[in-house]
């Protein structure tokens, strides 16, 4: 069990390995390159959830950044169900929940890459000026 959390936290400190590896082995197993950026995409999401909210947390000492994902995904299902239901008169909620999955996948990156870059600076000062 130690090992399979020691594997799930590197993943998740460095989420693009994952992408890397379910991107590799879909196209190995015989899936077009756009289905395998999809799939590596839902799985890698999962990791930068934890990642992100691991590096909120250390940025702003807080210990909120998992449920303010949470809320902001919760958040952004009201916002696209409400949306489909006044565009189509009903929620499609496979199609909802991939959207918001994938949407999150954007964010979440960017997120990542802003937060590492901000910790890596601040404890460049913390160094700096220690």
Known sequence: MGFLLTIFNTMSLIPVIPFGLVYFLAV???KD????????????????????SALFNNTFQSRFGFYLILLVLLIA??????????WKGKVDVRRLVR???????VAMSFCYVVFTFFGLITYIIRVMYA
């Open 28 to 30: 190995r197993w015989g």
């Open 33 to 52: 390159r756009k289905q395998a950026v999809k799939l590596a995409m839902d799985v890698t999401t999962l990791f930068l959830l934890f990642s992100v």
């Open 77 to 86: 299902v009201g916002l696209i169900g409400s949306a489909q239901t006044r």
């Open 99 to 105: 959207v918001v999955w994938r949407l999150a996948f």
